[in-house]
């Protein structure tokens, strides 16, 4: 992150036992959002993460 980005939200998957939550932290709002996920959802982030940062490299989300 560069000296002038400006975070605009923060992300937290934690483990409980069994169990997955996401917690997103909206850092302008001062909000703070949890969701449970599923472990299937949790196995595909990776696949979901490499897809993103490939449509970023072919240029495709830039504007």
């Known amino acids: ?11 937290e998957l934690i483990q409980e036992g069994g169990v ?17 996920v599923s472990r299937r959802a949790v196995e595909q982030l990776p ?3 490499s897809k993103l940062d490939s449509l970023h490299q072919r240029g495709l989300r830039r504007r």
């Open 47 to 49: 696949v979901f993460l």
């Open 1 to 11: 992150m560069s000296a002038t980005a400006t975070p605009l939200y923060s992300a």
């Open 20 to 36: 997955y939550r996401l917690v997103v932290t909206d850092r302008q709002r001062h909000t703070v959002q949890t969701a449970y």
